[in-house]
Every structure is written in C-alpha cells, then in structure tokens.
C-alpha cells in the first residue's frame, strides 16, 4: 500500500507503524460521570467495518506525524489521508 | 455408512461405486430449536458436539458460502496446547485431548499427526520465561520438553545455532504438538452432525436478526426467515459484520494473515519449528511442500489478501533459523482474516440480547481449538453456563479488568 502523505507525498506503508479506528482521537472526558463506561468503550470496543475506515497510521520512520487515512477494509484502496493533527483541531479536540 | 478397511477394499473392488455424498442437503425449515451461523470448523463441532453430548437434533447450520471454503481450509494446519494463563491452558489441552481421540470419534480419517512442536529460544531469558511456560503446561496436564542445544543439533541439524544475531539457544518441545488435514476436520465434523440430524445449509447468508424487546428470536437469510429459540454466532473473522446486524460493537478488529507454501520437497521438517526472536512457524505437510507463516499485516482487513512487507518479513525470519529454506521456491500464499481481540484470547459467551451466543475472537489460534470451541459453545448453548475450562472468555472480561493476555501486550490487537 502507498499512502500519499499531505506533507512528503507517496510514500510506502511499511515505513508507518498502525494504531487503529481514528476513533480514538475522541479520548472520553475523564471527569465526566459515565467515565468508567466510556473507557471501556473507547479503550475496547471497535466498529470494524468491512468497507470505507478511517484509521490513525504514524510515519515512525518518516516525518514522525500521525495521519488519519481513509482506507476500505475490503480492497485495501485509500481514498483520503489528512494529519491527525488537522482532524483533531477541526473537531476541538486541541487549543 | 462407516469408513473401515474393509468398506475401501470392497470399494476398490467393486470400481468405487458405492461412495455417497457424506451429508445431505437440507433445505431451511422455518424453525429450528438453535440456528448456529458459520459452517466452519468450529459451528460444524458446535453442532456434532450438541448432537452427540447434549443429544440435541434439531439444529440448523447456516454457511454462507460452502463447507470449507472459509478459515477452516485457509489455516496452516498447527494443534498444540502449549500456553501459559489459567484462562486459556485448561482449555487447549483439552482441546489436544479432544484432537487425539477425534477419528475414532467421528469415524473420520482427519490426518491427525502428533509430530510435534518446538519453540525454539535465543536468550537466557527467553529460556527462564519458556520454563516458566513449560512448568504451567504441566499444572494442566499437558505435556513439555525442554531442549538443550546438542539434543536440537542431534535432531534438527539444519538450524542456524550459530546465527550472530540470534543463535539458538535451546527449545521447548511439545510431543504431542502437531498437524491435521484441515479440511477434513470440517468434512468429518460435518457428516457427523449430519448423521445425528443436524441440517447444514450452504449458501445460505444471514441479513438480519430478529430481535424483539431485547430477545432473539430467529435470522433473516437469503433463503428466508428462519425462527430459533437460540442463534448462535460462530463466524471468527467475519464477527464484526454479522454482529453489527444485531447492533453490536465487539472487543474485536479483523485482520490478515498472510500463509506461504513452497514446492514439494523430500521429508525434511520432522515437526512444527517456531521462531522465538521474530514471528515465524513452519511445518511440513504430507505432500512435501513446507508451510509457514508469521505475523498478521497489522491493518483491518476484510479482503484475503495480504501485501508484500509481510512477505518479505516472513522470509527473513525463514532464512534466520532454516538458510536451507532460501533454496525452495514458494509455490502459493494466501490470505485468511482474524478476529483480532483486545487480549489476544477468544470469547464463548452469552450476549447482552437474550437468545443470542457469540463465539469468536481467536485471533490466529482458532484452528487448534475446533474441537475444544465446539465442545465449550455447545456446553454453553445446551446448558445456559459455560463450560468449566472457559469460565475466563467472556465478552465483558475487559470491564472487569480480567483480561487473558498471554503477551502482555494490553488493548492493541496487532500486536498479539
């Protein structure tokens, strides 16, 4: 797979490391009253659907940031990859 | 019709005209006391284990493709009961147990061949955490050997000892370790069901469930609505999809794993051989060719194939320990996909929804346990408690912090 990163261009999959569902970029509030609840669900449970999926992949072996690909599951096709950092903001997830 | 010497002498005398289909094929009734989903190797021992231990006949097995055609015939064929956490060990030895009385069970001839397994270690600490293994091994009855080098040389001359990054140290052997035909595990689980009146149903796919007021009460198939009083999920790579149709999300992500074969070659491997400072494991099978594999690609994925920087892995962890295995050529690879739990370790439960059973999460381990998975899921499915060797694999083992991590790894599913 070649994963068309938005700030060095094509580069080769095996030079990232996988973490998973994109997902987890929205980490629980830890203060919140069904905290305990929402880290089993955030911590545990995945959708993992067969299909369109979006994922965080980090280029360890590259320019060390973290990506959210787009990838079907099923044909292994990327349709989009945006820095995780971009993502996280849009959703306020950082100041 | 029973399998015996006599039945294939008869046959071969008589131009082989007496062999029937092995089971039958039942159209869908619309209602069945339990409805099992997936007609692979461990819903086919669920089925023949209801019918031949809890005596229950009237139960469906739903396949959406045909007997075979899924992880049962896509694996690299390995049995061995060679873990360490109380979760899981009771478990596989009972499953190795099952393995070796299986043919006489079923009249089957499954291939079943205790050639062993060796892991092989390449530090002192590897061989103190092996030894600790081998020592939990034996509190569950099964059996293990540690091995000093010159014993290894004596007997597998072909290793790489010397190797400058990681020379061989030792092994741990588990005798009663090795491989079966694949297939006919499936083919002999089958027609044992069959006989006992359990009907499979091939191509047949479920769309649906029929859930009311929080209780289960039949599938939605290409083939019509089927009610049951138990639905039981038994499609390990495939969960996260069927259960989504019951709106639920699992402590599971599918995976690839990538197997190899090479070209026939003359009787070399005597048994399975392990890797222990890369992911590889490589066995011989009875037509010659050299089966291996390694790790998963480390991605979801749903398609049964993997990519290359696994091929290339896997080679190099080959050529680490076996530099004879550079000279063969490798005739196939493929791809199988994995339940991937968040431990590392399967699941036989009770779901939240009422009449609804889930078996899955077996990782890339799911073969070896056929007979111990049906057996356990049968038990639950009969008798409504789990069976006493898998009290630990259940579905909300995580909320309550009682995770069966073999490795230690903690909630990253491509690292187990």
């Known amino acids: 797979m070649i994963i068309n990163h938005p700030l060095l261009g094509p580069r080769d999959a095996a030079e990232f490391v996988y ?77 | 019709m029973r399998y015996s010497a006599l039945k294939i002498l008869r046959e071969g005398l008589t131009g082989n005209k007496g062999w029937k289909p092995v089971w039958r094929e039942p159209d869908p009734k619309p209602e069945y006391d339990i409805v099992i989903i997936g007609g692979g190797g461990h819903g086919l021992a669920t089925a023949y284990y209801l019918a031949r231990e809890f005596g229950m006949r009237n139960i469906a ?27 899981n060990e009771p478990f596989y030895e009972m499953s190795l147990k099952l393995w070796e009385g299986l043919e006489q069970d079923f009249n089957y001839n499954a291939m079943v061949s205790q050639r062993s397994i060796l892991n092989l270690f390449h530090s002192d600490a590897q061989r103190d955490a092996f030894v600790r293994r081998a020592n939990a091994m034996f509190l569950a009855g099964a059996d293990a050997e540690l091995a000093t080098t010159d014993q290894l040389r004596a007997e597998l001359p072909f290793l790489d000892y010397d190797n400058a990054r990681f020379p061989i140290k030792g092994g741990l052997f588990q005798r009663r370790g090795g491989t079966v035909r694949h297939d006919a595990v499936a083919w002999g689980y089958a027609r044992g069901a069959d006989a006992r009146g359990v009907d499979i149903i091939q191509n047949c796919e479920v769309t649906g469930f ?58 070399v491997l005597p048994g399975v051989i392990t ?66 739990s968040m431990d590392g370790s399967p699941f036989i439960d009770k779901t939240d929804i009422d009449g609804l059973y889930f078996n899955g999460g077996w990782c890339y381990g799911g073969f070896k346990a056929t007979p111990a998975s049906g057996m356990c899921y049968a038990h639950l499915l009969a008798r409504d408690t789990p069976h006493p060797v898998a009290t630990q694999m259940r579905l909300d083992r995580f909320k309550r912090g009682n995770l069966i991590d073999e490795k230690g790894q903690g909630n990253q599913p491509n690292l187990h």
């Open chain 1, 19 to 95: 973490l998973g569902d994109a997902a987890l970029i929205e980490r629980p509030d830890w203060q919140a009253s069904d905290a305990a609840e929402a880290f089993h669900e955030y911590g545990y449970l995945r959708d993992n659907p067969a299909g369109k999926h979006a994922e965080l992949w980090y280029h360890e072996q590259g320019d060390r940031s973290w990506l959210v690909v787009t990838r079907d599951t099923v044909t292994h096709e990327i349709t989009s990859v945006e820095m995780a950092r971009d993502v996280a903001r849009a959703r306020g997830r950082s100041k």
């Open chain 2, 275 to 340: 890797f222990g400072a890369g992911h590889f494991y490589v066995s011989q099978s009875d037509k010659g060719g050299l089966v291996f594999g390694g790790d998963i690609d480390g991605y979801n994925s749903y398609a049964q194939r993997g990519n290359l920087p696994v091929v290339e892995d896997v080679a190099e962890g080959g050529m680490a320990i076996m530099p004879m295995i550079g000279r063969a050529r490798l005739l196939r690879s493929w791809g199988g996909i994995m339940d991937m």
């Open chain 2, 210 to 267: 029929d859930i009311e007021n929080g209780k289960c009460r039949g599938v939605q198939t290409n083939r019509g609505a089927i009610r049951a009083r138990k639905v039981a999920v038994c499609v390990a790579g495939s969960s996260g999809r069927v259960m989504a149709q019951a709106g639920m999300r699992l402590p599971i992500e599918s995976h690839v794993l990538q197997a190899f074969v090479t070209e026939g070659l003359k009787p």
């Open chain 2, 61 to 87: 097995v739903l396949e959406k493709g045909w007997i075979g055609s899924g992880n049962i015939g896509r694996n690299t064929t390995i049995i061995r009961s060679n873990y360490m956490l109380p979760g």
